[in-house]
């Protein structure tokens, strides 16, 4: 494939060595326990599976090619991973931006180093129970007290929340300033203040902690303050395509392994005297999903290419993640209906990657949202010509 060079071919190696040594071994453990070890976040760190984007200056992979977190997708939705892979995204393709690029020179010191080498998980806190795709609905409030800042608020929905030492949190510092009144802050394991709510139990991902967040008093020094103050809400907006982005390619890399699956099976499995692929309805299914899945990541790799050069726009990333995150939906259905009733049973991946996927359409953003910036972007282009 033109889109992978042999870089991301030993790479890939690597990757493969890892999961099969270090995650598939424990994997039903930590969908049982409904949590990761932090031991596989240090093995991570140790293999280059974490900190890929993070300079060498700070331990990391020092580039910021995003084929090669593309090969941790792939490898991990090979591997029915997704629990585990879906951390590791959180951690690479959002907080480690974040502090990398709006932390100063001692932030970036201070955190990037143990969140590269696994060390350190990280987390962000945007939604809370009244506020989800509208964050300008935030009411987690950070006011100034003297050089510091007081934070007060609740987060849910929260990935890695359980386990997070690093927490990059949303506030309102200012209620009558718009979009200007939201600024990012850092909060760290042991804060006073700082407290965990349940272990939200989920649908899927079982494995992957997801947690209420709750700040009371927290008192945060400032230094604590990411990037600039009153550009919270403008520097998650900017980042949104990269999280989006990188919804889209864990759907699409979990849409491959279900048909790999699924198709692999049909041709094992034998009715009326006969392979089950060999019914015309069968190849029918397999010849649809496989064309769509092709298209699918014709697009979702063109866009890897213009977030690699820097031209990806949000519109672009919101077309890239409603699509192939409802791909995802039906190509997992459907897949799951060539196993018969074997699909339905959780011993097969297919049957796990059914109950996992039906987040993907509603986290980073609805569908229904992803739509709504298309539209709006369209409506403007038309009335602009």
Not at 74 to 102: K, R
Not at 109 to 131: C, D, H, K, N, Y
Not at 201 to 224: C, P, Y
């Amino acid at each position: 494939m033109s889109f992978y060079d042999t870089d991301h071919d030993a790479y890939r190696s690597t990757v493969r060595t890892f999961i099969q040594r270090d995650v598939i071994p424990h994997y039903q453990k930590w969908e049982e326990n409904r949590l990761v070890d932090r031991s596989a976040w240090s093995r991570a760190g140790e293999f280059g599976v974490l900190g890929i984007g993070v300079d060498e200056t700070y331990g990391g992979g020092g580039t910021r090619d995003y084929r090669f977190r593309f090969v941790v997708a792939e490898e991990c939705a090979h591997a029915g991973v997704t629990s585990f892979s879906a951390g590791l995204s959180v951690q690479d393709d959002i907080v480690v931006p974040y502090i990398a690029e709006l932390g100063d020179e001692r932030q970036r010191r201070r955190w990037l180093p143990g969140l590269a080498s696994g060390e350190l998980i990280g987390a962000i806190a945007m939604t809370e129970p009244g506020a989800g795709s509208d964050l300008q609905g935030t009411r987690a409030s950070a006011v100034r007290d003297g050089d510091d800042w007081i934070l007060n608020g609740q987060k849910t929905f929260i990935t890695n929340g359980i386990q997070a030492d690093v927490v990059v949190v949303l506030a309102r510092k200012d209620p009558d300033a718009g979009s200007r009144g939201f600024s990012l802050f850092v909060v760290e394991e042991g804060q006073h203040g700082f407290k965990r709510g349940r272990k939200l139990d989920k649908i899927g991902l079982a494995a992957q902690d997801t947690a209420e967040l709750f700040f009371d008093n927290v008192r945060l020094s400032a230094g604590q303050l990411l990037g600039e103050q009153g550009r919270g809400l403008h520097a998650l907006m900017e980042r949104l395509p990269l999280e989006r982005l990188s919804i889209a390619v864990g759907a699409l890399c979990s849409a491959e392994a279900a048909y790999r699956w699924g198709r692999d099976y049909v041709f094992e499995r034998e009715a009326f005297g006969q392979p089950v692929g060999d019914f015309q309805h069968v190849r029918f299914t397999l010849a649809e999903l496989e064309t769509e899945l092709d298209v699918t990541r014709a697009y979702v790799e063109s866009a890897t290419m213009k977030l690699n050069a820097g031209t990806l726009s949000a519109v672009e990333a919101a077309k890239a993640k409603w699509w192939a995150t409802e791909l995802q939906q039906r190509v997992v259905s459907r897949s799951l209906q060539l196993f018969g009733g074997y699909g339905y049973m959780l011993e097969y991946p297919i049957a796990r990657a059914f109950r996992d996927a039906r987040i993907q359409t509603i986290y980073g953003g609805t569908t229904e949202i992803m739509k709504e910036i298309i539209g709006r972007d369209i409506a403007a282009r038309t009335r602009a010509a």
